[in-house]
């Protein structure tokens, strides 16, 4: 679609509220794409002392990672850098962002990656983040001297016609992080199939052992997706001969009613009726680290952005990694992955020079290796960098079928199921046994049809 129509479809977005504290829409299409010129950028130069101001959401250890980088950063250039953050939920984080967008009160700003665009582009199906990307909001970074040194493929996440709006600081992985001590006291191999997989998990139960713990509670609904993406992909793997199977299902080549989804949703019924801690819907997210670490389940059913915070609460603990298995062919079964936490420079912030200054400072070989170490991320600046997740993860580390963090076929408006929200609530509505998995594959599929019309 070309530019010129997508601005006239999407006019109703960008149109700006003065009822809340908080405008609503992006009100940026113009404003931000001219901000960097002019009095403003005249105004920005090399005894810029800031403050600089970054917002991202709380991820515990990226957060202390982002701290020690700012700190070290105002102890090398004497600039002062002013880090705010905040759950990342509706009401939390993407306010914030939407906020810095408007009035310009960040100069970084961390998103999610946004790519894949929709296939249809148009005011229903974008999310925010699409739309900013789209207008302009963000600083084109191809120029800048540390990007050749990241992989063009992560950096893809973050790009819109072929410019690159994101330092894209790595990719994250999903699974099984399980208690070897517990492991080796009832003999358990680790699983690589689904049934072995189950039989683990009853082995534990029959010794009065929670087998995995997660938790949806605190705005992490969409959590239930640990347990539905491998599933899914495991088991559509051999039949889409190495494509995505979130891309065949938004595009209508795979149905959400294929007699295979009823086995995705079956095992997953499975997993959280009788092997997920009991109370794993009220259990906050985060506190899943706190809660495996001490000895409550033999697995946790979590993201490796959650290890460092699990060997703080308990150094002593051996953890070992396994993806979640979804099939019984265990080479049909991969490792779930996805780009997570991007940098990007806003265009309207105050301080864009200082801001293309502290990107290269987190780029550079000593600093970045730092946050790789802290957080347990894979990196995705080219080279050889050591951590301890790595360490635990072993062969998988770094590896495993893409998942976007917003999958091809979830929309932030439109046919029901299909908007995030409904669509992670009404998995949890079936793994607590209020639908079946018929009906949800019904009704999802109901607003399939309804988006591709």
């Not at 306010?95 to 700003?109: E, F, N, P, R, S």
């Not at 099939?327 to 936490?341: E, F, P």
Request: aromatic content about 10%; proline content about 5%.
């Amino acid at each position: 679609m070309k530019s010129k129509k997508l601005m006239k479809v999407m006019a109703p977005v960008f149109m700006v509220s003065l009822s809340g504290a908080v405008l609503a829409g992006c009100g940026t299409n113009n404003q931000a794409a001219n901000t960097g010129n002019g009095s403003q950028a005249k105004a920005q130069s090399s005894s810029d002392k800031g403050p600089l101001k970054i917002i991202m959401w709380v991820n515990p250890p990226a957060v202390a990672a982002v701290k020690k980088i700012d700190a070290e950063f105002q102890k090398k250039y004497g600039v002062k850098v002013q880090l705010q953050t905040t759950a990342n939920d509706t009401s939390g984080y993407k306010t914030l962002q939407q906020t810095a967008v408007q009035a310009g009160t960040a100069d970084i700003m961390a998103i999610q990656p946004f790519d894949p665009m929709p296939q249809k582009m148009n005011s229903n199906n974008m999310s925010k983040t699409q739309e900013w990307a789209v207008h302009n909001v963000f600083v084109p970074l191809n120029n800048e001297s540390w990007i050749s040194d990241f992989k063009q493929n992560d950096l893809n996440a973050a790009a819109y016609k072929g410019k690159d709006y994101g330092l894209v600081t790595g990719v994250y992985q999903t699974g099984i992080f399980y208690n070897k001590a517990m492991f080796k006291k009832y003999n358990l191999k680790v699983p690589t199939t689904y049934n072995q997989f189950i039989s683990v998990a009853k082995t534990l139960k029959s010794h009065n052992v929670t087998p995995v713990w997660t938790g949806l509670a605190g705005g992490a609904t969409f959590y239930t997706e640990f347990m539905m993406y491998p599933l899914l992909q495991d088991i559509f793997a051999p039949s889409l001969n190495g494509g995505s199977v979130s891309t065949a299902l938004a595009s209508g080549k795979i149905k959400w009613t294929d007699p295979k989804m009823q086995t995705v949703f079956n095992r997953e019924k499975n997993i959280a009726s009788n092997y997920l801690e009991k109370n794993y819907a009220g259990q906050n997210w985060q506190q899943m680290p706190g809660a495996f670490a001490a000895g409550k389940a033999a697995m946790l059913l979590d993201g490796s952005w959650d290890l460092a915070s699990v060997e703080k609460a308990n150094p002593n603990m051996k953890i070992g990694y396994f993806p979640l298995p979804g099939s019984n062919t265990a080479s049909d079964n991969n490792s779930v992955a996805n780009a997570d936490l991007t940098w990007t420079i806003l265009n309207n912030g105050k301080h864009k020079a200082l801001a293309k200054k502290w990107l290269a400072f987190f780029a550079s070989k000593k600093i970045y290796s730092q946050y790789v170490d802290m957080t347990g991320i894979s990196p995705s600046e080219s080279g050889t960098f050591n951590s301890k997740t790595a360490t635990i993860m072993g062969q998988w580390f770094g590896k495993g079928r893409l998942i976007k963090q917003t999958a091809d076929w979830l929309i932030p408006s439109g046919p029901y199921y299909l908007q995030s929200k409904n669509f992670w609530a009404a998995q949890l509505k079936m793994l607590q046994g209020g639908m079946t998995p018929t009906k949800l594959a019904q009704n999802y599929q109901k607003s399939q049809d309804q988006a591709l019309k």
